[in-house]
């Protein structure tokens, strides 16, 4: 149905006609002649065979334009339509009379269509058309030109009509440019209504955005209830207080924002002595120059996250971790600072507890090792009493096993004070040829019992490099015993050291059982042990690379690990050298 | 003359180690004590050539025991070895700071004890 009204439209459409409403002049003004014809006496049809042919013709010619209104594919056609009608006319006009008809004045219709049509060719398509039609009594021999008025209007007539076609095809064009000009102002008036419609959804679109966002912080300001999130100018003079502070200080953000500064919750000592180690940087207020200090690292562009004591207004004190970043305006302006901060009073018991257990583990594993050890060896001893060969084996295993236990036990205090960042370093300048060699002699008793071969590759010229060398030490001890447990009878184990320009790298390659490549990246992880390890019964509980790693990157060093299964591994460690590298003594 | 020695630890096995040790060596053990303030009389009482204080006791700590023995000018001879479980570097320095002689950690082999004890006690080994 929708269709249909749509073709109906279509069909009736002004500024584009179609063919059917172009023709429809010419069948209406046919049968008004019909009925003039058969209600006025004087008219009558003197040739009835042309006046058929002509009605036959403009008949066609109406069902023709029908045809192509209804199937617009064949709109290009409807050029004949007229033709149709011009010859269709003369004929009619042939059969009423001819010369003498009073419709020839309908020629002026299918004139009036070419003419219109977009083109000059068609104002002489026209002409032609208009002389057929008046010419076809004559061509025909319907009529005779029987004096020089007859030939004068069959060559005046169809003048007349091609000035007329003249003057439509051109009013037509004109119509057409205006038409195309209004169609183009109507086209860009849509395009911007568009263009309009798309701004209004898109802003409107913005506008649910940042209300969705505005909704969205305002829930997460209101949640952030355990962490005090403040704001200032770069004053330091408050702006922006969250709940998280209000319950860490009792303070509204009515109470704070615009009437207090931001360091008045700070210890004056503490942001004293951190201006002491920044040398007083160049502030935005004069009011505390410890502001400065406190946003220095922001200050700058980049965020700073470190340990303070807040101040209540009670004067009660509490340890925060505080992260500072700047706040910028439109134009990249600093416009402020923000001041997060988390409690980390439980995080401080938790730490503290941590330590009294370790210290209690430490006392109470060490002090029955202590017995163990220490009996044994009176045991051993004992020279009134000798013991057995067998005896002592014994004694030996026991002495063995309570020693594996003892640096399990050391391990795992080492690995606990790694975690709590309390791991001393007796830090000097070390040769490490030293270090390393003694590493290696230590270990030399236990790879000739193992039956491996234990090569050391050692410069002339020591290395030297900044650290602690009992801890060093322990690296590479671990370095080469996992070495030479991990490698079969009959095999090597080659240490060396070598010297860049900036670092001094320690190697420990064996021709062990290797690691799987899956493997590598988890092998400094505590308590990781490899697949190989496992497999061929290795002792350990794999905190020992654990430790080596941690040795080494309080050093400012770092590690590798290159290994294929089957054929060995290569741990290197590369740490970097001090100034000045001295001889060994 | 035999040199002196009282010895305070909390625990019995320690003691008779760190006892049958000295008694090795050559020292004359005069007292054996469980806890920090038993270890103050006994120092006081005996005024030994040498102190051997565990760290960790119930009551007095061995530094508290050897800052108060320290205290005492009477008590200016006595010297102290610490023995301690706790590892690490500011353990022992905060038993020097404490004024003790020597520190010594366990697990402790007999032996390194009475090299330590001879080193301290000198020729007063018999």
């Given at each position: 149905m929708r269709g249909l009204l749509e073709r109906i439209r279509h069909?009736?459409?002004?500024?584009?006609?179609s063919p059917a409403l172009k023709q429809s002049p010419t069948p209406i003004a046919l049968i008004i002649s019909l009925i003039l014809i058969w209600t006025v006496p004087d008219l009558v049809i003197t040739d009835g065979s042309w006046a058929i042919v002509g009605i036959g013709l403009v008949t066609i010619a109406t069902v023709l334009s029908?045809?192509?209104t209804w199937r617009s594919r064949y709109s290009g056609w409807a050029i004949v339509i007229p033709v149709i009608d011009f010859i269709g006319i003369g004929a009619f006009r042939a059969g009423t009379g001819g010369t003498a008809s009073i419709f020839s004045a309908m020629i002026i219709l299918p004139v009036v269509w070419v003419a219109a049509e977009k083109g000059r060719g068609y104002i002489a398509l026209a002409g032609v058309g208009v002389a057929i039609a008046l010419m076809l009594p004559y061509i025909f021999g319907v009529a005779q030109i029987t004096d020089a008025g007859d030939l004068i209007r069959g060559f005046f007539s169809p003048v007349i009509f091609v000035f007329a076609a003249v003057i439509i095809n051109e009013l037509a064009r004109q119509s057409r440019s205006q038409l195309a000009s209004i169609r183009s102002l109507a086209d860009e008036k849509e395009r911007m209504l568009q263009r309009t419609f798309e701004y209004a959804s898109q802003l409107e679109e913005s506008e649910s955005r940042y209300r969705a966002a505005d909704r969205l912080f305002r829930g997460v300001w209101a949640a952030v209830t355990e962490q005090s999130v403040i704001g200032t100018d770069v004053t330091g003079l408050i702006d922006a207080w969250n709940p998280g502070a209000t319950k860490m200080f009792g303070l509204t953000w009515r109470q704070a924002e615009g009437k207090r500064y931001v360091f008045d919750f700070h210890v004056p000592e503490e942001l004293e002595v951190r201006a002491r180690e920044l040398n007083y940087p160049p502030g935005q207020t004069v009011l505390n120059p410890g502001f400065s200090a406190l946003v220095e690292t922001a200050r700058l562009g980049d965020a700073e996250s470190r340990e303070w004591t807040y101040v209540r207004d009670d004067g009660s004190t509490f340890p925060v971790s505080l992260s500072v970043t700047k706040r910028t305006n439109e134009d990249g302006q600093t416009a402020g600072y923000l001041f997060v901060a988390a409690d980390i009073t439980q995080e401080r018991e938790v730490s503290r507890l941590k330590d009294e257990f370790v210290g209690l583990i430490s006392h109470?594993?060490?002090?029955?090792?202590?017995?163990?050890?220490?009996?044994?060896?009176?045991m051993k001893d004992d020279d009134e009493h000798p013991l057995s060969?067998?005896?002592?084996?014994?004694?030996?295993?026991?002495?063995r096993n309570a020693h594996r236990l003892l640096r399990l036990v050391g391990d795992l205090l080492f690995t606990a004070q790694v975690e709590s960042g309390k791991f001393p370093l007796d830090s000097r300048e070390v040769e490490l040829e030293t270090i390393v060699r003694a590493a290696v002699e230590s270990a030399r008793p236990g790879a000739s019992a193992a039956g491996i071969t234990l090569v050391e590759e050692l410069p002339a010229r020591s290395p030297v490099t900044h650290g602690d060398p009992v801890r060093l030490g322990q690296a590479f001890d671990n370095l080469i015993s996992n070495a030479l447990k991990f490698t079969p009878r009959g095999g090597t184990v080659t240490v060396s050291l070598t010297e860049t320009e900036k670092d001094a790298v320690i190697t420990v390659t064996d021709t062990g059982m290797g690691i799987a490549e899956s493997e590598l990246d988890q092998l400094f992880a505590r308590f990781f042990r490899a697949s190989t390890a496992t497999r061929n019964a290795v002792p350990g509980v794999g905190l020992g690379l654990t430790i080596t790693k941690a040795i080494v990157t309080a050093h400012h060093g770092e590690m590798d690990v290159q290994s294929e299964e089957g054929v060995g591994t290569q741990f290197s460690v590369i740490l970097p050298l001090a100034s000045v590298a001295i001889s060994p003594s | 003359m035999t040199a002196r020695i009282v010895i305070?630890?909390?625990d019995a096995d320690i003691r008779a180690l760190v006892r049958i040790s000295a008694v090795r060596a050559g020292f004359d053990v005069v007292a054996e004590v469980g806890d920090g303030d038993a270890a103050i009389a006994a120092v006081h009482e005996f005024v030994p050539d040498l102190a051997l204080l565990d760290v960790s006791m119930p009551g007095l700590s061995g530094i508290e025991v050897c800052t108060a023995v320290r205290a005492d000018p009477a008590l200016d001879s006595v010297r102290i070895l610490l023995l301690s479980a706790a590892v690490g570097e500011a353990s022992m320095a905060s038993g020097l700071a404490a004024g003790a002689t020597a520190y010594?950690?366990?697990?402790?082999?007999?032996?390194d004890l009475a090299a330590s004890l001879i080193e301290l006690l000198g020729e007063d080994a018999s």
């Amino acid at each position: 149905m929708r269709g249909l009204l749509e073709r109906i439209r279509h069909i009736l459409t002004v500024d584009h006609p179609s063919p059917a409403l172009k023709q429809s002049p010419t069948p209406i003004a046919l049968i008004i002649s019909l009925i003039l014809i058969w209600t006025v006496p004087d008219l009558v049809i003197t040739d009835g065979s042309w006046a058929i042919v002509g009605i036959g013709l403009v008949t066609i010619a109406t069902v023709l334009s029908a045809l192509f209104t209804w199937r617009s594919r064949y709109s290009g056609w409807a050029i004949v339509i007229p033709v149709i009608d011009f010859i269709g006319i003369g004929a009619f006009r042939a059969g009423t009379g001819g010369t003498a008809s009073i419709f020839s004045a309908m020629i002026i219709l299918p004139v009036v269509w070419v003419a219109a049509e977009k083109g000059r060719g068609y104002i002489a398509l026209a002409g032609v058309g208009v002389a057929i039609a008046l010419m076809l009594p004559y061509i025909f021999g319907v009529a005779q030109i029987t004096d020089a008025g007859d030939l004068i209007r069959g060559f005046f007539s169809p003048v007349i009509f091609v000035f007329a076609a003249v003057i439509i095809n051109e009013l037509a064009r004109q119509s057409r440019s205006q038409l195309a000009s209004i169609r183009s102002l109507a086209d860009e008036k849509e395009r911007m209504l568009q263009r309009t419609f798309e701004y209004a959804s898109q802003l409107e679109e913005s506008e649910s955005r940042y209300r969705a966002a505005d909704r969205l912080f305002r829930g997460v300001w209101a949640a952030v209830t355990e962490q005090s999130v403040i704001g200032t100018d770069v004053t330091g003079l408050i702006d922006a207080w969250n709940p998280g502070a209000t319950k860490m200080f009792g303070l509204t953000w009515r109470q704070a924002e615009g009437k207090r500064y931001v360091f008045d919750f700070h210890v004056p000592e503490e942001l004293e002595v951190r201006a002491r180690e920044l040398n007083y940087p160049p502030g935005q207020t004069v009011l505390n120059p410890g502001f400065s200090a406190l946003v220095e690292t922001a200050r700058l562009g980049d965020a700073e996250s470190r340990e303070w004591t807040y101040v209540r207004d009670d004067g009660s004190t509490f340890p925060v971790s505080l992260s500072v970043t700047k706040r910028t305006n439109e134009d990249g302006q600093t416009a402020g600072y923000l001041f997060v901060a988390a409690d980390i009073t439980q995080e401080r018991e938790v730490s503290r507890l941590k330590d009294e257990f370790v210290g209690l583990i430490s006392h109470e594993l060490r002090t029955p090792l202590s017995s163990i050890l220490g009996y044994l060896e009176l045991m051993k001893d004992d020279d009134e009493h000798p013991l057995s060969d067998e005896q002592m084996q014994y004694l030996g295993v026991a002495e063995r096993n309570a020693h594996r236990l003892l640096r399990l036990v050391g391990d795992l205090l080492f690995t606990a004070q790694v975690e709590s960042g309390k791991f001393p370093l007796d830090s000097r300048e070390v040769e490490l040829e030293t270090i390393v060699r003694a590493a290696v002699e230590s270990a030399r008793p236990g790879a000739s019992a193992a039956g491996i071969t234990l090569v050391e590759e050692l410069p002339a010229r020591s290395p030297v490099t900044h650290g602690d060398p009992v801890r060093l030490g322990q690296a590479f001890d671990n370095l080469i015993s996992n070495a030479l447990k991990f490698t079969p009878r009959g095999g090597t184990v080659t240490v060396s050291l070598t010297e860049t320009e900036k670092d001094a790298v320690i190697t420990v390659t064996d021709t062990g059982m290797g690691i799987a490549e899956s493997e590598l990246d988890q092998l400094f992880a505590r308590f990781f042990r490899a697949s190989t390890a496992t497999r061929n019964a290795v002792p350990g509980v794999g905190l020992g690379l654990t430790i080596t790693k941690a040795i080494v990157t309080a050093h400012h060093g770092e590690m590798d690990v290159q290994s294929e299964e089957g054929v060995g591994t290569q741990f290197s460690v590369i740490l970097p050298l001090a100034s000045v590298a001295i001889s060994p003594s | 003359m035999t040199a002196r020695i009282v010895i305070a630890d909390d625990d019995a096995d320690i003691r008779a180690l760190v006892r049958i040790s000295a008694v090795r060596a050559g020292f004359d053990v005069v007292a054996e004590v469980g806890d920090g303030d038993a270890a103050i009389a006994a120092v006081h009482e005996f005024v030994p050539d040498l102190a051997l204080l565990d760290v960790s006791m119930p009551g007095l700590s061995g530094i508290e025991v050897c800052t108060a023995v320290r205290a005492d000018p009477a008590l200016d001879s006595v010297r102290i070895l610490l023995l301690s479980a706790a590892v690490g570097e500011a353990s022992m320095a905060s038993g020097l700071a404490a004024g003790a002689t020597a520190y010594l950690s366990k697990p402790f082999s007999p032996r390194d004890l009475a090299a330590s004890l001879i080193e301290l006690l000198g020729e007063d080994a018999s």
